[in-house]
């Protein structure tokens, strides 16, 4: 069975009787899915939090993409399908949220504040970060990590079926009025042995008829030009598709994805078009490893530069607790 809510102000609660408050205020990671300048999807697993009825991410100041692509296109969904670390379990049903994104910016100081307290407060993330925010003298350098862009997300629509039922009829996968699919490439030998990394099944994202992105978990096995699905999902050929493969370990302790941006040839299947992150590789693996930290200190450059040249002053890391209403 499948259901559709359109919920009020604050409340998320689908029409299968699924809780939405409570699956955004439990999960620790959910599959974040935004249109490219060129209209196709792209999704991100990103770590949620539900703040006055709306389901809050973020990402660094310093990689301006996610924020980007919101603004230009402010219509984005949430699929929350990885119960890792959240109390839930594989039995429990899918849901995806639909609805306009409110990209909050402006305040460095107050939302790297934020980001901090979000990590100290829920545990989130390798205890040497943590510990690292907690010493003063020494967390200045992850500003340009915890200096975030914050994306609160006004919920429209919330759908949610059985993790192993049929997908609800409504998300179909259209092709966006002047959308132009790429080229065809060839899927590395390599990486069919690669994506049996991730335990669970990936997350195929396109465009709904309703106009706003969607996603679903999806069967797909990796061939050389083309992925077959047996997970049906109507779609008009050419409509544009981007199947992600992601896994997170307790509270994000450590966590690796890469995606593979594609299109629906006439038969169902995916054409690829690019690979998106380190696939086949251990650097896939960022969080609490040596890649993550070289991260951190170029997003730090970036930070201080950006800085410099819209005059405004680097914000201080520091242990703040800060009121957040209605956080859960």
Not at 166 to 174: K, N, R, S, Y
Not at 230 to 248: I, N, R
Request: contains cysteine; charged residues 20%; positive net charge.
């Amino acid at each position: 069975e499948y259901g559709l809510g359109r919920p009020a102000t604050i409340g998320l609660t689908g029409g299968s009787g699924v809780d939405g408050n409570k699956v955004i205020g439990s999960y620790r990671v959910a599959e974040y899915v935004s249109r490219s300048s060129d209209g196709a999807p792209l999704c991100r697993p990103l770590f949620p939090e539900l703040v006055e009825g709306r389901a809050a991410f973020s990402t660094p100041y310093a990689m301006p993409t996610k924020a980007n692509n919101a603004r230009r296109e402010p219509r984005v969904a949430v699929l929350f399908s990885d119960p890792t670390a959240s109390g839930g379990s594989d039995g429990d049903p899918l849901v995806l949220l639909q609805g306009r994104a409110e990209v909050l910016d402006s305040d460095w100081q107050h939302n790297a504040d934020r980001y901090v307290d979000q990590i100290l407060r829920l545990g989130f993330g390798p205890g040497s970060g943590r510990i690292l925010l907690r010493t003063p003298g020494v967390r200045q350098v992850a500003v340009g990590y915890v200096t975030r862009t914050w994306i609160e997300i006004h919920p429209d629509h919330i759908v949610s079926w059985a993790r192993n039922g049929p997908i609800p009829p409504e998300l179909q996968a259209v092709k966006p009025a002047g959308h132009q699919s790429g080229p065809r490439i060839d899927i590395p030998a390599p990486m069919g042995e690669w994506a049996r990394h991730y335990p669970r099944r990936p997350v195929l994202a396109f465009i709904a008829a309703n106009g706003y992105p969607a996603a679903i978990r999806a069967v797909a096995r990796l061939g050389k030009d083309r992925i077959e699905l047996s997970t049906a999902v109507p779609a008009t050929p050419g409509a544009p598709a981007c199947l992600t493969f992601h896994k997170v370990r307790g509270n994000h302790r450590s966590s690796s994805s890469f995606m593979i941006r594609c299109h629906f040839d006439d038969a169902g299947r995916l054409v690829p078009e690019r690979i998106v992150g380190n696939s086949g590789t251990g650097r896939d693996r960022l969080t609490g490893t040596p890649e993550l930290y070289r991260q951190v200190f170029t997003m730090g450059r970036k930070l201080r530069a950006q800085a410099r040249r819209q005059g405004r002053p680097v914000p201080r890391v520091r242990h703040a607790q800060i009121p957040l209403p209605g956080s859960t």
